[in-house]
T-cell receptor, first 118, second 112 residues
Framework: GAVVSQHPSRVICKSGTSVKIECRSLDFQATTMFWYRQFPKQSLMLMATSNEGSKATYEQGVEKDKFLINHASLTLSTLTVTSAHPEDSSFYIC??????????????FGPGTRLTVL | QKEVEQNSGPLSVPEGAIASLNCTYSDRGSQSFFWYRQYSGKSPELIMFIYSNGDKEDGRFTAQLNKASQYVSLLIRDSQPSDSATYLCAVRIWNQGGKLIFGQGTELSVKP
């Protein structure tokens, strides 16, 4: 149990285009999901906290108009990188926190999306 | 001072030895502590978590927490080459919306 999926796993796009990444909790409901970014040889940096039915909370330095987050249901959050540029190339990982049941409060990660902007 | 600090390593141990990974945190409001393992190119996977002072054992893994010293560690007994990965310490701070704050990770290499 507590499986998180992400789609796509890998995307290559041209500079200036927008890319949408989906994060789904497959076997549990997640009122809160988190979006992280990881550059090579670095740790995970939290970008934003996504709450179902409300606006996301962005970390300092993260542009909310560039990284659009929508958490429309208890099992789906999306991150849209708008007008992507090469410096946005990174490994984007979502995570969902279990809010009930045996794995209450544990946080599980999706497999990640590797974005390359040409 | 970073909120969560780990030695970046690499930490190299021979197969069968005990690997000891350490983590310190700065926020005394931290309440939950997690260890994740991350293989190259993959996302983190949860190894174990600890909430209370003392030791918590799960198979070959033991997490140790000392809130007074703001210190959490992970011991891996009988280390195997398949344990070679980056180990991430994470701290949950409830007065910051319950988000996980990660350390920079310690790279572990287990030599056959």
């Amino acid at each position: 149990g507590a499986v998180v999926s992400q789609h796509p796993s890998r995307v290559i796009c041209k500079s200036g285009t927008s890319v949408k990444i989906e994060c789904r909790s497959l076997d549990f409901q997640a009122t809160t999901m988190f979006w992280y970014r990881q550059f090579p040889k670095q740790s995970l940096m939290l970008m934003a906290t996504s709450n179902e039915g409300s606006k996301a909370t962005y970390e300092q330095g993260v542009e909310k108009d560039k990284f659009l987050i929508n958490h429309a249901s208890l099992t789906l959050s999306t991150l849209t990188v708008t007008s992507a540029h090469p410096e946005d190339s990174s490994f984007y990982i979502c995570s969902a926190r279990v809010t009930s049941g045996e794995k209450y409060n544990e946080q599980f990660f999706g497999p990640g999306t590797r974005l390359t902007v040409l | 001072q970073k909120e969560v600090e780990q030695n970046s390593g690499p930490l190299s141990v021979p197969e069968g030895a005990i690997a000891s990974l350490n983590c310190t945190y700065s926020d005394r409001g931290s309440q939950s502590f997690f260890w994740y393992r991350q293989y190259s190119g993959k996302s983190p996977e949860l190894i174990m978590f600890i909430y209370s002072n003392g030791d918590k054992e799960d198979g070959r893994f033991t997490a140790q927490l000392n809130k007074a010293s703001q210190y959490v560690s992970l011991l891996i007994r009988d280390s195997q080459p398949s344990d070679s990965a980056t180990y991430l310490c994470a701290v949950r701070i409830w007065n910051q919306g319950g988000k996980l704050i990660f350390g920079q990770g310690t790279e572990l290499s287990v030599k056959p």
